[in-house]
């Protein structure tokens, strides 16, 4: 099974833009897509969708991160977030995950259409 591994995730201040990277181990050719997640503090059991790739295909964003934060696949099993004018509210654990089902469509914005999930990183923007 494909087991991913965040990293990057730092305190930096309001404005600053901070590379969060993800790293998944195993045959890239198991993976469809790759997606970053975020939790924010009080908010346990919410993970909001930030933005997705699709191996093979395009980038995906929520439309409230497609301003600033950019997605995409450095390597064959790296993806990278790059996120700039961070704002306070996006403190939170951002977690990577990887889909590799081989049936249906993945809905990229869909927690539980992801199968591998790194153990998430925190970013706190501090103002």
């Known amino acids: 099974q494909v087991q991913v591994t965040e990293t990057g995730g730092s305190v930096v201040q309001v404005g600053k833009s901070l590379r969060l990277s993800c790293t998944a181990s195993?045959?890239?050719?198991?993976?469809?897509?790759m997606g970053w997640f975020r939790q924010g503090p009080g908010k346990e059991n919410e993970r909001e969708w930030v933005?997705?790739?699709?191996?093979?295909?395009?980038p995906f964003y929520a439309d409230s991160m497609r301003d600033r934060f950019t997605i995409s696949r450095e390597t064959e099993n790296t993806v990278v977030l790059q996120m700039s004018d961070l704002r306070p509210e996006d403190t939170a654990i951002y977690y990577c995950?990887?889909?590799?089902?081989?049936?249906?469509?993945?809905?990229?914005?869909?927690?539980?259409?992801?199968?591998?999930w790194g153990r998430g990183t925190q970013v706190t923007v501090s103002s």
């Open positions: 995950a990887a889909a590799t089902r081989t049936w249906g469509n993945v809905d990229v914005g869909t927690a539980d259409d992801y199968d591998s």
């Open positions: 195993g045959p890239a050719s198991t993976i469809r897509a």
């Open positions: 933005a997705a790739i699709v191996f093979g295909g395009g």
